[in-house]
């Protein structure tokens, strides 16, 4: 604030008046503004509002005025500035005087004139150069120095130039200014108004309501300046009556910049006849075109009194045109949320909430005097936030360029400690491929689950954490609970903490859990619940104090066990991980398998039977089936659990007879019925292998 205040004081000693404005509007901040003096002892006073505006105007005197180059307006391949100079001759023309660089990357050129000496707002032959001349009670005012522009720029004095030196403006450039009519614009029907038209005009701006603040004064004065079009008046004369019999009356006043583009507005815009309102007009910029989207919904709902309705698309107008709503919604088709890239005018946290609609219904209501319902309201914001969908993580995999060295054959083995060979090099593959796909193909087949074994603290979760990036999650994962959808949304590689879900849960709900292909859930703005295809994958990790933690003998495949060893080189995997998704993504584009194949499917039953669950009855009846004498070709229930495990075959449950059956399953015993003399019992028979 310092800085600005120094400009500020500057501008004071040299007779100019300063007050406070909105960065983003340039609205002036303090009541009677117009009639300020220049006062450092006052602007003592205002240093918070000062401070906390960030921007202040500058009040031209009488004997001022600036020219306002604006490069945003130049049409292609002009340099209107060179040219006025070359018409002018007057090659050097404003490079001594005082300048200022604007926050949007123009420049106000200062310089001196006769104070009873008006000029127009606009030369007509040079687009892009506007004129803001200072005139007693006009009140014609510029952002200053030290300001900070709604991009976030800040104005600056131009090198080499002093406030001590305003140059006095040369004849040729006074008379160019003062003899300069503003062009009527092709094809608008605007025409030349008589006297009389100019005095009814004026006599009804005296009887039209006034734009107060928070009761739709856009749209109110846009009404103004189209009835001076329906009078068939120049654009200066609409202006000018404006300014000295409408804008008196308006709270608070609007800027003579701000009154220009309205009627411009009216003139330029209209696609209505003459006195037929368009209501996105009183939110249009003469100096912006619109986009192709929003010239799709610039028709409006009109009910017979030319008053917007309550309609969906009005509402999707309002969020395109209403300044503090443009641009305030987007869809992310990766976790499916309606995201606010922009700053509220209540605020607001990064996604659309109920909270939010109900604030954006109560914004409306007072801003542009419309209630719409939050229902609807959240209909408009899908639609709007729809025309803006993006994928942040597409956008992240394509911006990543491969530099031609192929890793993901050998990253479990760089940098976990995995030992290096077909199994390790293809799991390791298909895993970042599968993360690819996911993304480009959400929904797509790819049922497995990486684990990384080893002791804890050697960076299991930092290499998940790297990959996930952004979009890394760590849960402990109930495949029964609910809310295990809402923690996986949003994460691209989820990590199953030390894999306690295949402990304590049951593994045919894990199994079925991790082939899912997509997930149900219902967001904040949807009606009904809807499917949502998978862009996750799964990664486990785990510290295992025994080999046999995988209980699903039937579902093992879905799990691709490494053993990692040592310290991981974590730095180093984190300066590749990029590469390794751009080689994945290759890959995936030459439609690259996400399963394994032939010998290394093989590789892998092998590795998962290692830390396949072995029940402590098996243990017992492979014990007995072992020992000398017990050469047995089949086996009945009731052997298994008396002679075997010791038990009452009257006191067997329904649980201990699965239990057995899975057993003498796992074994390769096969189930068979034998048909003796009627008896319905099944018996288990030994294999022949074995």
């Known amino acids: 604030m310092g800085n600005m205040l120094d400009y500020i004081q500057q501008y004071n000693l040299r ?32 240093r ?14 009488p004997t001022d005025f600036i020219i306002d180059i604006d490069p945003r307006n130049f049409k292609p391949g002009d340099n209107p500035w060179k040219r006025l100079r070359e018409d002018l001759n007057l090659p050097n023309l404003g490079k001594a005087t005082y300048k200022v660089k604007t926050g949007g990357g123009g420049a106000h050129v200062y310089f001196k004139k006769p104070a009873d000496l008006d000029l127009v707002f606009k030369l007509r032959d040079y687009p892009g150069l506007d004129v803001k001349a200072g005139l007693k009670d006009k009140g014609t005012y510029v952002v200053g120095p030290g300001s900070v522009h709604e991009s976030g720029k800040k104005y600056s004095i131009m090198e080499g130039t002093e406030l001590t030196y305003i140059e006095e403006a040369p004849k040729e450039l006074l008379e160019l200014a003062a003899k300069t009519k503003r062009a009527e614009i092709k094809g608008t029907g605007a025409l030349d108004g008589g006297e009389q038209e100019k005095k009814r005009y004026i006599s009804w701006l005296k009887k039209f309501p006034p734009a107060v603040e928070g009761e739709n004064g856009d749209h109110q004065t846009y009404k103004a300046a189209v009835k001076g079009r329906d009078y068939g008046l120049a654009i200066e004369d609409t202006i000018q009556a404006m300014l000295s019999s409408y804008n008196p009356k308006c709270k608070p006043e609007w800027t003579d910049e701000e009154i220009e583009l309205k009627v411009n507005n009216a003139y330029k815009y209209a696609t209505q006849p003459a006195g037929k309102e368009d209501p996105s007009l009183a939110f249009k910029s003469a100096k912006q075109e619109w986009d192709a989207e929003a010239d799709e919904l610039r028709k409006w709902d009109l009910d017979q009194n030319e008053k917007p309705k309550r309609t969906l698309r009005n509402a999707i107008n309002y969020l395109y045109l209403e300044a503090d709503l443009k641009g305030a919604v987007r869809y992310n088709e990766f976790t499916g949320d309606l995201e606010i890239p922009r700053t509220l005018p209540w605020g607001g946290t990064k996604v659309w909430t109920d909270t939010d609609a109900v604030l954006l219904k109560y914004y409306l209501a007072k801003k542009v005097r419309v209630e719409f319902s939050t ?22 995999i394509e911006g990543f360029k491969w530099d031609g060295t192929a890793r993901l054959d050998t990253w479990l083995s760089d940098y976990c400690g995995a030992k290096q060979d077909g199994y390790t090099a293809n799991v390791g593959r298909k895993l970042i491929i599968g993360m690819v796909a996911r993304i480009f193909k959400p929904g797509v087949k790819f049922d497995y689950c990486l684990i990384l074994e080893g002791a804890q603290g050697i960076g299991k979760s930092t290499v ?59 967001l904040a703005y949807e009606r ?47 300066g590749v991980r ?86 003498l399953s796992d074994m390769g015993w096969n189930k068979h019925r034998p048909n003796r003399g009627g008896s319905r019992q099944f018996v288990y028979r030994k294999p022949e292998n074995i």
């Open 464 to 522: 998940c954490a790297i990959l996930g990036g952004g979009w890394y999650g760590d849960i402990v994962l109930d495949p029964h609970a609910r809310d295990t959808v809402d923690a996986i949304r949003g994460k691209w590689v989820v990590e199953l903490s030390e894999m306690e879900v295949t402990r304590r849960s049951d593994a045919q709900a894990l199994k079925a859990f991790i082939s899912r292909t997509t997930d149900r859930a219902r």
């Open 48 to 61: 918070e509002t000062y401070g906390s505006s960030g921007a202040y105007g500058i009040l031209l005197n």
């Open 578 to 663: 990029d590469q390794l998704i751009a080689e994945a993504y290759q890959a995936f584009k030459k439609g690259e398998v996400l399963y394994l194949k032939g010998n290394v499917a093989k590789l892998a039953e092998i590795e998962q039977n290692k830390r396949r669950h072995v029940d402590p009855w098996q243990d017992v009846a492979e014990d007995w089936l072992e020992a000398e004498g017990k050469e047995v070709q089949e086996l009945s229930m009731q052997q298994v659990y008396e002679l075997i495990l010791g038990g009452n075959i009257k006191n067997i449950s329904r649980t201990e007879q699965c239990r057995i059956g899975r057993i």
């Open 15 to 46: 007779g100019f008046a300063t007050f406070p404005v909105n960065s983003k509007t340039k609205k002036p901040l303090a009541p009677g503004w117009k009639n300020r003096r220049a006062d450092v002892f006052e602007v003592l006073d205002e």
């Open 528 to 574: 009904t619940t809807k499917d949502f295809p998978r862009q996750c994958v799964f990664v486990g990790t785990i510290n295992p104090d025994e080999m046999g933690y995988l209980s699903d003998n039937t579902g093992n495949r879905r799990f691709w066990p490494v053993k990692c060893g040592g310290d991981f080189d974590l730095d180093a995997f984190k």
């Open 375 to 396: 229902a609807l309201l959240w209909e408009a914001l899908y639609a709007a936030g729809n025309r803006h969908s993006y994928h942040p993580i597409r956008e992240h």
